[in-house]
């Protein structure tokens, strides 16, 4: 029989956090089967930081010829204050220039790297996630001169993906990338199917989290779709939110809750959809349950 808690012997699942149009939309991600987080900065959200979900700092970007050390310090002086802190997170896209990307030329990141993250390797014994650069093949140039740079001072322990597209592609690129780096496991911190119809998001959906759930090497990811479908730059039907802060099918699967049959809009209004479409989310969701 479903119920609330079918998901959570999950411990993979994270929530990609942006500042939500409305500060009550943080109040879902306070319950259900969520278990880390991230939000492209070096400290905890305040919304989120009573909750249970275990924050996962980020060195989103780097400046050539900066000897900046920001974010080294403030992953210690949240250590010394009592925070339990496992993981970091590199660099945010450094191989794009647009759109949310770092910008960040190897060089620059690897000098940063070395300054800033291994020292947290070193001293507070902390897995340092690589780069997340972007799918396309800029990315793998990218990581590949990124390594060269280092010349061997560089340790991550696992590898953060970023994907946007069709499920076929991310199995296929998650399949790469495991080949390329198979002695680090993976996050996938990414993904969603943007501009797509409700229906291919919801079964991109839940085809992937059938499947990262089946992956050994892969440890956590983080759907692309914390915000309200107005505000949405993946297209509404990615969202977890509809325009006016309802959940959708997708935003309550993720959490472990029943479907809602709220279709994401453009604007602030709800739409509820007129057939039930929510049972290949319970279907999975039994499934995963057993898999956990």
Not at 37 to 47: D, G, K, R, W
Not at 65 to 91: C, E, H, R, W
Not at 239 to 245: C, K
């Amino acid at each position: 029989m479903y119920t609330l808690n079918i998901m959570r012997r999950i411990p993979k699942r994270g929530l990609c956090y942006v500042e939500p149009k409305d500060g009550n939309d943080n109040n879902f991600w306070s319950s259900g089967d969520l278990t880390w987080y991230y939000n492209y900065l070096s400290t905890p959200t305040a919304a989120l930081q009573k909750t249970n979900l275990q924050f996962v700092p980020m060195l989103w970007g780097a400046q050539i010829g900066n000897t900046d050390m920001s974010f080294y310090n403030s992953v210690k002086q949240q250590i010394q204050g009592g925070a339990k802190i496992p993981y970091v997170l590199g660099f945010n896209e450094p191989d794009g220039c647009a759109n949310g990307g770092s910008c960040v030329d190897a060089q620059t990141a690897a000098e940063t790297w070395i300054r800033q993250m291994e020292p947290l390797k070193k001293e507070f014994n902390i897995s340092l996630g690589a780069p997340a650069v972007t799918s396309a093949p800029t990315g793998f140039n990218w990581l590949r001169n990124f390594f060269d740079q280092c010349a061997g001072r560089c340790n991550p322990d696992f590898i953060p993906v970023h994907y946007y597209g069709s499920f076929e592609g991310l199995a296929s690129h998650m399949g790469q990338v495991n080949a390329t780096y198979p002695n680090m496991t993976m996050w996938i911190t990414e993904f969603a199917d943007p501009g797509v119809t409700l229906q291919q998001s919801q079964t991109f959906y839940n085809q992937s989290v059938e499947y990262f759930e089946r992956q050994p090497y892969l440890t956590h990811y983080a759907w692309f779709g914390a915000f309200r479908s107005s505000v949405s730059n993946v297209g509404p039907n990615a969202a977890f939110l509809t325009g006016n802060g309802q959940l959708t099918d997708i935003g309550a699967w993720y959490l472990g809750r029943r479907a809602t049959g709220n279709v994401p809009t453009t604007n602030g209004a709800t739409r509820h959809s007129s057939a039930f479409v929510g049972s290949i989310g319970v279907v999975l969701a039994a499934a995963l349950y057993g898999l956990a």
